[in-house]
């Protein structure tokens, strides 16, 4: 497996990192992406990206999702990433023993920025007819919830209540 980035996914207070997982799931347009979920559930993880998916191509190489208890994946693809970011001390230290130096994992609230940065960068360079982020937001439309494109001008940061992780 040769991820390109490989970010861990990690809910806080019952949250989702949705906007972590909007830029991860953009930045994959220029390699693979891995989500090591620790404890979140990979279908948590697609409700989130379901309003993404269907605004990028099907070309793209994607994100692949690792849970943080499969220590020979979590090995394979820190060894060959280009980018680490970890949510948390058990994520860190396990990507230490497998041989990866401290200042090469960055904090995960590096991500977005750095993220968003190198993906426009790789667009400009490598790709230009890349799609552009579509941001999504809830819009409440009688019983149910749909979703939107948010505002250009306006930022959305997003995150997503679960009642757990077994969605």
């Known amino acids: 497996m040769q991820a390109r980035r490989v970010i861990e996914i990690v809910q806080t207070g019952g949250y989702l990192p949705a906007e972590l997982i909007f830029t991860g799931y953009w930045a994959s347009q220029s390699g693979l992406v891995v ?30 999702y690792v849970d943080v208890g499969d220590k020979t994946r979590v090995r394979e693809a820190v060894l060959f990433a280009e980018e680490i970011y970890a949510a948390t001390t058990l994520f860190r230290r396990l990507t230490i023993r497998c041989g990866i130096a401290r200042e090469l994992i960055a904090p995960v ?45 306006g930022r959305v940061w997003t995150q997503l209540q679960t009642s757990d992780s077994s969605i």
């Open 35 to 64: 989500f090591i979920l620790n404890g979140v559930a990979p279908q948590a993880v697609d409700l989130v990206l379901d309003p993404i998916v269907v605004t990028l191509p099907m070309t793209i190489p994607g994100v692949l």
């Open 109 to 153: 609230d590096r991500a977005i920025p750095r993220l968003e940065i190198r993906t426009l960068s790789e667009r400009n360079a490598r790709t230009p007819d890349v799609a552009k982020p579509q941001v999504a937001t809830p819009a409440p439309t009688g019983n149910r919830l749909r979703w939107r494109p948010a505002e250009a001008a």
